[in-house]
T-cell receptor, first 116, second 114 residues
């Protein structure tokens, strides 16, 4: 079993739809959870960051973490064509300190297309 | 700041040739990461440096791969000899202390080995 599983899609939705993207993981040591957005032929960029369980909202984006189920989600409200990209979840067992830390484990990414 | 800079952006080479990828991290960042991205395997960490010192190279696939960071503003990833299965997009990323888990990625180098 891979450490992080993510449905590669592709996912196609009409403009204005609510999008739900998900990842599951197996390593219970993960406590830092991130979502990166990657536009075509670009490098990934950090979109959302969450520590431990709970929700975090930033504009049209909401990140949820359920550590008991080892499941994280990213919701996009009122989706726009500019949201069309590949979304990668990433996780880390470490924080600001600790030797050998700062390693992120990425999902393979879900390709999202928002159709006008 | 110009962000993380990588060169070349595209590289096409023949099997057996040496390939050198270059990276300039964001000024002041003390962590540098090299990743490889393929459709099959996704984004994989190859090696990372802290203050120019390699910390973990367990992701480097074979001895054909080597990475150096001679100073805080420059790193190279070398493949010698290159093979067709090395074809991928190679990303460099950097981060600074106190930035939680944010890594800033460069635009990547698209490598095709024929």
């Amino acid at each position: 079993q891979k450490e992080v599983e993510q449905d590669p899609g592709p996912l196609s939705v009409p403009e204005g739809a609510i999008v739900s993207l998900n990842c599951t993981y197996s390593n219970s040591a993960f406590q830092y959870f991130m979502w990166y957005r990657q536009y075509s032929r670009k490098g990934p960029e950090l979109l959302m960051y969450t520590y431990s369980s709970g929700n975090k909202e930033d504009g049209r984006f909401t990140a949820q973490v359920d550590k008991s189920s080892k499941y994280i989600s990213l919701f996009i409200r009122d989706s726009q064509p500019s949201d069309s990209a590949t979304y990668l979840c990433a996780m880390s067992a470490s924080g600001l300190s600790g030797a050998g830390s700062y390693q992120l484990t990425f999902g393979k990414g879900t390709k999202l297309s928002v159709i006008p | 700041d110009a962000g993380v800079i990588q060169s070349p952006r595209h590289e096409v080479t023949e099997m057996g040739q040496e390939v050198t990828l270059r990276c300039k991290p964001i000024s002041g960042h003390d962590y540098l990461f090299w990743y490889r991205q393929t459709m099959m395997r996704g984004l994989e960490l190859l090696i990372y440096f802290n203050n120019n010192v390699p910390i973990d190279d367990s992701g480097m696939p074979e001895d054909r791969f080597s990475a150096k960071m001679p100073n805080a503003s420059f790193s190279t990833l070398k493949i010698q000899p290159s093979e067709p299965r090395d074809s991928a997009v190679y990303f460099c990323a950097s981060r600074g202390q106190g930035e939680l888990e944010t890594q800033y990625f460069g635009p990547g180098t698209r490598l095709l080995v024929l």
